[in-house]
């Protein structure tokens, strides 16, 4: 029984000694000096992908690693949530940083921005079957953008969207507008950002479309391992471009931490390399469009 009671004692200091040394090991590979730097992911796929086959795969995922193998001698600290949790955390002013935001008037009141943009987003548009772009060829102005409320007064087409998510003015004021007063051609479910629920409405008939930004074609794409059979479109009243910053909290902290970033994107090379993760998530179409009205400097 005394055997027993040693080898048992034995086992539980091996493991206290394999704990102190992984830990041990973690610390000697982090200077002492290293300054923590939390990293906030927004699971918005293919922004920030957090869970399933291809977590971390998203292109600001690979950005905020860029970022951080430029910054080696911070502890940089992955921290995936949902939108609001991570906004309520930037309101109570926890030390936080996240990539892939926009800049309002209203997060100006909590959140330090970088100097400069650290890339550009085609906007949130319209996402429709190709087999639907035929209907819509008489509303697209020539700008190549679409007319929301044409297609809503001209035709019978049914428009789909996630409730509570927020598009964009444009987008969102046709909906806040529109969505109550025709209730039968407006389709909406509370769903998360990663769902696909939308896509498959309308592969199924039930909408003709949708809203969401054209990365999010790519990502349905790959995870159902079928052909391209969505298309863009921009809606009109919406800026050819959106300009995303890395932000932290509106603390003394987060001020140091952004004029840090400042010094990694005041490099052109850098902001390259940080727009190729972004337009890698795009289908050929897109990434088109993006380089034309890039050289138009539109």
Known sequence: MRLVQMISKLIRIKKLLNSFFLTA??????????????????DHPPMFINSGLYAGSGFADQQTKFMQQKLKDQQHIDVPSDFVTIMRH????????????????ERENFLHYT???YGKLL?????????????LSAFI???GSID?????????LRFGFNKGRRYSSVIDDFVLLNADYAPERFWNRELKPSDSKNFKLLKGGRIDITFGYPYEISFYNMVQGVQNDFIYIPVKGMPKFVDVYIAC???????????????????KENLVSLEKFYLNWLGEEEQNLFHILTKKGL
């Open 90 to 105: 930037f309101v109570q002013k926890d030390d936080l940083c996240t990539f892939g935001i926009f800049k309002t008037r």
């Open 115 to 117: 100097s400069v943009p």
């Open 148 to 156: 929301l409320n044409r297609i809503l007064s001209e035709t019978e």
């Open 141 to 143: 102005e020539p700008d």
């Open 123 to 135: 906007p949130s548009g319209i996402i429709v079957e190709k087999q639907t772009q035929e209907k």
């Open 25 to 42: 090991l973690f610390l000697w590979n982090v200077p002492a000096w290293a300054e923590e730097i939390k990293w906030a992911h927004v």
């Open 249 to 267: 909290s509106k603390t003394d902290w987060g001020m140091k931490q952004v004029n840090l970033f400042n010094t990694v994107l005041f490099n």
